[in-house]
């Protein structure tokens, strides 16, 4: 229960933070979402893993780092956070004022697979791998996935990376449910793909 309670508390302001920071306009949106996500995770590293995210969890759960029996709280916990993140942002600022940008399927498909493979596979080597075990800089390289993700294809396919973000950005009206379901489909098989190549990789480790 703590574990899902901690995937909660940070799934929750990594996704205030987006759309907070989205909302405002500003060029530094990138580097807000980054250095919140990079304080959650130092926050929460030591109790549940700091997934905060589906695609995570699936990869760590297909390595070998997530027991099964976390995994379904996990999950219940990161939509529920996200949920609750896009409703509260929604009534602090109001929803936007233009209907959510229409955007190309393959390609948000192909950079949402990409990225997510990138932050899984960055995250299974830096926070779970034995060989870097012990780290104090696993926080700092997975913010800077997210960052190099947001900045270089953010404007193709909104750069969730995440399902749970997914969930809040349409819960905020910045995307559309078909975009939603591309982030369920492109950013789920990206995690699990990053899972099976570290295997490949590391084995068992």
């Known amino acids: 229960m703590k574990k899902a309670f901690v995937e909660f508390i940070g799934t929750f302001f990594l996704v205030l933070t987006i759309g907070l920071a989205v909302r405002s306009g500003s060029p530094l949106a990138p580097l807000a979402i980054a250095a919140g996500l990079m304080a959650v995770i130092y926050g929460g590293g030591h109790v549940s893993g700091a997934h905060f995210n589906p695609a995570v969890t699936l990869a760590a759960l297909i390595r070998g780092s997530c027991q099964r029996k976390d995994a379904l709280p996990y999950l219940a916990a990161q939509f529920l956070a996200a949920f609750a993140a896009g409703w509260l942002v929604c009534y602090l600022v109001g929803a936007p004022?233009?209907?959510?940008?229409?955007?190309?399927?393959?390609?948000?498909?192909?950079?949402?697979?990409?990225?997510?493979?990138?932050?899984?596979?960055?995250?299974?080597?830096?926070?779970?791998?034995?060989?870097?075990?012990g780290n104090s800089f696993y926080g700092?390289?997975?913010?800077?996935?997210?960052?190099?993700?947001?900045?270089?294809?953010?404007?193709?396919?909104?750069?969730?990376?995440?399902?749970?973000?997914?969930?809040?950005?349409?819960?905020?009206g910045l995307e559309s449910a078909r975009?939603?379901?591309?982030?369920?489909?492109?950013?789920?098989?990206?995690?699990?793909?990053?899972?099976?190549?570290?295997?490949?990789?590391?084995?068992?480790?």
């Open 97 to 133: 004022a233009s209907a959510p940008a229409v955007r190309g399927t393959i390609p948000s498909a192909i950079v949402e697979f990409l990225f997510t493979f990138a932050l899984a596979w960055v995250i299974l080597n830096v926070a779970t791998a034995k060989g870097t075990a």
């Open 140 to 172: 700092l390289a997975i913010a800077m996935v997210v960052l190099a993700g947001a900045v270089s294809v953010g404007g193709i396919s909104g750069g969730a990376f995440n399902p749970a973000v997914g969930v809040g950005v349409y819960v905020m």
């Open 179 to 205: 975009q939603l379901a591309l982030y369920f489909v492109a950013d789920l098989a990206g995690g699990a793909a990053a899972a099976y190549a570290f295997l490949l990789v590391n084995g068992k480790d």
